[in-house]
């Protein structure tokens, strides 16, 4: 009796497991014949009813894993990617404040609990996209172009807390909320950069992300550096944004606890080799501009980043490695803005030369002698750069003062002159300009009594005119558009105002004869005479003559000027006072015997191996010079050229002439 009852019970467990089997089989055959009918949720739906039908309560966590091998063993190969979408269009529907009975989203959940697929590698991967995928929509529309608001890691850790179901939790929510928050700033690093300090929250939020994980350290160093390649070191880009964008990837980087050399080397290169202006726009910026704060910390800039390749002195038992990218080591990276500027060049005196002609021309330029901005600024520059750095500053700046005094003093001679003069000491202030000009007797007159009275009051001294440096203030009765006199004030250059002389005493002339009485070239009396046919004041009247205009044909005039007149009143205007082609040549003549030496010794060699001779020598040398770019090299190696002291091959391969 024992035995048969053991039988009864084998053979019932027995057609029981076969009955699951079965069903087991028409499911999935069923949940893949219905695959284009019907949308994967609701053939998972199919298959967990047949699941819970077939399946006794006691057996379901024996059979979960049976049911869904049996399932992938005969899934297509899109069948993930057929649940990623399901999970993200789960995810999109998912509201934790409205849940129904059966809603999608709570059936998937029963679904996967129901299944065990939780527990199932396979699901992880879909899933963990799914829910990458949504925080991403979340953060796009919440953080993106955002930089302002502070803690938005926090707040997008939050909201995607409320957004996502809480059973998918447990899949590192916290650490892909970290992962696509960094992807989406990696994508804006410029934007955040370029907007710094307005974006200093964002930045605040990436510097958490920098201390936790190395590896994302190395992904915004890399993407940052690839960035300002690609945004910075082209023509279309200016000096001042280059620079600008250059400090505040420095302050960026401050911040973010990583070193700025792995960072931004290549665009300081591109700044020192591509861009000529790059100084003067540092010198700008400090003086005037968003770098003046920089300028009034008082210490000096003692702290010098140098390329350790090329140190002359070999390593001592101090020497320490490079430290890491990610973990740099206090005092490594300069906290002064200023020095890592001046690293660039690697000399102050660069910036101390340059600073001494914009100084110049300001100087000049400004007919009140006021001078108490330029004293100041230079006090600055005294604490950054070095007293001794700034001595020819403070003497134009003295020799400014003085002129103030003799003036005066002339003045009180000469009661009805119209003369002001700077006088300034040549040795100190850089090369101005000396084009010639024979001025108009009218000019010249009170200009020669003033110097008299100067060469009495300060015997044996003489005063030595720049004929063409200046600025002439003059009222003019002209004609307006209806014909009635008015009264205009100009202030021009002794040029001009000698040409309009010229005109008052005849009121014709040929550009050869103007050119004869005031010792001018003819193509700068053109640009000259182009800025009183602007003001309808001289007209012109073929290809080289000039006309002052008269009353009667002053509305003829206006009506006959043609489109090629008026686009020769374009005037370039008061030029620099200072002669920066003259500064400039100057600078590349220290290098002509040194390219005569370097190609007498090595016979013949291309403009690249001349160019990178030239920059060792440049950083070794005691001579204030910048390094040449390229271009301004080879313009020079081609005057030496036309000078027949060298000669360039059909290679490009330059050697000395008849060599």
């Known amino acids: ?16 497991e076969s009955d699951i089997s079965e069903s087991k089989r028409l499911a999935v055959q069923t949940f893949f014949a219905n695959e284009t009918q019907q949308p994967l949720t609701e053939r998972l739906q199919k298959f967990v009813e047949a699941f819970q039908d077939k399946v006794p309560l006691q057996q379901r966590e024996q059979q979960q894993l049976e049911w869904t091998a ?24 998912y509201s934790e404040e ?13 679904v996967l609990q129901i299944l065990g697929w939780f527990d199932f590698a396979f699901v992880q991967q879909p899933l963990q996209k799914a829910v990458a995928f949504r925080i991403q929509q979340i953060a796009r529309d919440l953080i993106q172009g955002d930089y302002e608001t502070p803690n938005l890691l926090q707040v997008l850790l939050s909201e995607c807390q409320q957004a996502i ?84 990837t420095i302050h960026c980087l401050r911040v973010w606890g990583l070193s700025s050399a792995a ?56 020497w320490q490695p490079k430290p890491s990218i990610f973990h740099p080591v206090a005092g490594h990276d300069s ?29 000049l330029n400004q007919l009140d002698y006021q001078t108490d901005s330029s004293v100041h600024t230079l006090e600055l520059l005294k604490l950054r750069f070095g007293e001794q750095s700034m001595r020819h500053c403070e003497v134009m700046v003295k020799d400014v003062d003085d002129s103030k005094r003799t003036n005066a003093q002339i003045k009180e001679e000469l009661r009805d002159s119209v003369v002001d003069s700077v006088i300034v000491s040549h040795i100190f202030w850089p090369k101005l300009q000396k084009e010639r ?25 003489q005063l030595v005119w720049f004929s063409q440096l200046g600025t002439v203030d003059i009222e003019l009765d002209v004609f307006d558009k209806g014909g009635e006199v008015v009264t205009k004030s100009f202030s021009c250059t002794p040029l001009q105002v000698t040409l309009l002389l010229h005109f008052e005493d005849q009121p014709m002339w040929k550009l050869s004869d103007l050119s004869n009485e005031t010792s001018v070239p003819e193509n700068v009396l053109q640009k000259r005479l182009s800025y009183w046919i ?15 205009v008269l009353p009667t044909e002053h509305h003829y005039h206006e009506n006959t000027e043609t489109p090629e007149d008026h686009h020769m009143h374009y005037d370039e205007g008061t030029s620099s006072a200072v002669s920066l082609t003259a500064h400039e040549d100057e600078e590349m003549q220290v290098f002509e015997s040194y390219v005569v030496g370097m190609l007498t010794n090595m016979g013949s060699l291309p403009l690249a191996r001349i160019h990178q001779m030239l920059k060792m020598f440049v950083t070794g040398s005691e001579v204030v010079v910048k390094d040449p770019t390229p271009q301004q090299l080879a313009q020079f190696l081609q005057n030496l050229v036309a000078q027949n002291k060298l000669e360039c091959g059909p290679d490009g391969m330059y050697k000395l002439y008849g060599k």
């Open 1 to 16: 009796m024992m035995a048969s009852t053991a039988a009864n019970s084998y053979h019932s467990q027995y057609r029981e």
């Open 70 to 93: 049996y399932l992938l063993a005969r899934a297509p190969a899109t069948f993930l990617d057929e649940l990623e979408q399901c999970f993200r269009q789960w995810l999109l529907q």
């Open 98 to 110: 409205m849940q129904e009975e059966d809603s999608t989203t709570t059936f998937l959940t029963n």
């Open 165 to 248: 179901p809480s059973i998918l939790h447990q899949i590192n929510l916290e650490e892909n909320v970290r992962s696509v928050f960094g992807k989406v700033r990696l994508d804006e690093l410029f934007e955040m950069v370029a907007d710094y300090p307005d974006s200093q929250p964002a930045v605040q939020d990436l510097q958490t992300l920098c201390q936790t994980s190395p590896r994302f350290a190395q992904q915004l160093t890399h993407s940052l550096k690839q960035t300002l390649i690609r945004r910075l070191c082209h023509p279309g880009a200016e000096t001042t944004q280059i620079m600008q964008m250059y400090i505040h």
């Open 263 to 318: 960072v931004t080397n290549p665009v300081r290169t591109y700044l020192r080799e591509q861009r000529s202006d790059t100084v003067r726009c540092i010198i700008t910026s400090l003086t005037t501009g968003d770098l003046y704060e920089e300028l009034r910390k008082p210490q000096a800039l003692e702290h010098m980043v140098e390329d350790e390749d090329d140190e002359e002195q070999p390593p001592t038992m101090e």
């Open 335 to 363: 906290e002064d803005i200023l020095a890592l500027l001046v690293s660039i060049y690697g000399s102050k005196e660069v910036f101390v030369n340059e600073y001494r002609l914009m100084l110049a021309d300001k100087l």
């Open 437 to 461: 000009l024979q001025h108009h007797p009218r000019l010249q007159t009170p200009m020669d009594e003033y110097n008299r009275v100067f060469s009495r009051l300060k015997n044996p001294r």
């Open 534 to 548: 602007g003001h309808r004041i001289i007209r012109h009247i073929d290809a080289d003559t000039y006309e002052l």
